[in-house]
C-alpha cells in the first residue's frame, strides 16, 4: 500500500493533510499542483476529483487505488486506519463535536 496527496502547498486542507501524515509517520508522495494554473481543471485530475478542489488522496494497493477528496474526509480516514489516539479518543461526544467544527471551518474556505 502506498499513499500520493494530491495539493498544493498554499492550500490549507492540503498542508493540514500533509501535515497529519508527516506527524504520523506514514509516507506519501506529494504531487503539486497550481489551482491557478488549471492543474486542477484537466480531464485526468477531474476524473480523481469532479469538483476540481485540492487536496486528492490515492491509497495505492493489491486490490486497485481508493481515491478519497476532501481534507476532513482524508483525515478522517487516515485517523480511523492507522488508529491514530486523538482520533481514538474523538470517540467522546464533546471531542466529536470539537472535530466537527474545526473540519467544517476548514471546508469553509475555497
Same mark, same amino acid.
Request: charged share 15%.
Given at each position: 500500500?502506498?499513499?500520493?496527496?494530491y495539493g498544493h502547498?498554499?492550500?490549507?486542507?492540503?498542508?493540514?493533510v500533509m501535515?497529519? *501524515?508527516?506527524?504520523?509517520?506514514?509516507?506519501?508522495?506529494?504531487?503539486? +499542483?497550481?489551482?491557478?494554473?488549471?492543474?486542477?481543471?484537466?480531464?485526468?485530475?477531474?476524473? *480523481?476529483?469532479?469538483?476540481?478542489?485540492?487536496?486528492? +488522496?490515492?491509497?495505492?494497493?493489491?486490490? &486497485?487505488?481508493?481515491? +478519497?477528496?476532501?481534507?476532513?474526509?482524508? !483525515?478522517?480516514? +487516515? &485517523?480511523?486506519?492507522?488508529?491514530?489516539?486523538?482520533? !481514538?479518543?474523538?470517540?467522546?461526544?464533546? !471531542?466529536?463535536?470539537?472535530?466537527? !467544527?474545526?473540519?467544517?471551518?476548514?471546508?469553509?474556505?475555497?
Amino acid at each position: 500500500m502506498s499513499y500520493t496527496v494530491y495539493g498544493h502547498y498554499a492550500s490549507q486542507p492540503s498542508r493540514a493533510v500533509m501535515w497529519a *501524515m508527516f506527524n504520523h509517520n506514514i509516507p506519501f508522495k506529494f504531487v503539486e +499542483l497550481d489551482p491557478t494554473r488549471g492543474h486542477t481543471r484537466t480531464p485526468e485530475f477531474l476524473k *480523481m476529483n469532479p469538483a476540481g478542489g485540492v487536496p486528492v +488522496l490515492i491509497e495505492s494497493g493489491s486490490s &486497485g487505488d481508493f481515491v +478519497l477528496s476532501e481534507s476532513a474526509a482524508i !483525515l478522517t480516514y +487516515l &485517523g480511523e486506519k492507522h488508529q491514530w489516539k486523538v482520533w !481514538l479518543d474523538l470517540f467522546c461526544p464533546i !471531542l466529536q463535536c470539537k472535530r466537527d !467544527l474545526t473540519f467544517g471551518y476548514i471546508g469553509s474556505f475555497p
